[in-house]
């Protein structure tokens, strides 16, 4: 009896995390952009505009003539992308989940269904980051100039 009032919270637990985290797919037309990395998105991450959600990340794969990583995503068809948008990779917060933030041109022209974002920057290494800042504030603890 106890072992299936706990499944039963359990999957109470699961719709209801669900049905509150807006885990849904954006129909729309399709774009792609090119990154050199692309550290913490998956297909289902976020695309959002203004901070709010406008598309998301239907699928990934390597570029076999450059080694980039190709990001397809959908984006909401009332949305109408101006041909010099760009698109940055960033997080919520310093541990959060990492999402696609779209920021829009000033073109007159949009890009198409099938069509690409060409201005992108890929994911920051934090780790990278901290440990070049942590190595060369202790490679000049000597006082003076190195060479």
């Known amino acids: 009896m106890i072992g299936a009032l706990v499944i039963a919270v359990a999957v109470l637990f699961f719709v209801f995390a669900y049905n ?8 729309g037309y399709t774009v792609s952009a090119s990154f050199d990395r692309i550290d913490g998105i998956h297909p289902g991450s976020d695309v959002r505009m203004s901070g709010i959600k406008i598309g998301t990340v239907i699928d990934q ?3 076999p003539q450059t080694y980039f990583a190709v990001v397809r995503m959908s ?4 949305i109408r992308l101006p041909a010099d948008s760009s698109l940055a990779i960033t997080a919520d917060g310093l541990l959060g989940d990492r999402y696609m933030a779209l920021t829009p041109g000033g073109a007159e022209e949009t890009i198409p269904d099938g069509g690409e974002i060409e201005i ?5 290494d934090l780790t990278s980051l901290l440990g070049q800042l942590i190595f060369s504030q202790t490679g000049n603890e000597g006082g003076g100039a190195t060479k």
């Open 75 to 78: 984006i909401d068809s009332k």
């Open 120 to 124: 992108t920057q890929g994911a920051i």
């Open 20 to 27: 509150t985290a807006q885990v849904e797919t954006v129909e």
């Open 61 to 63: 794969r390597i570029d």
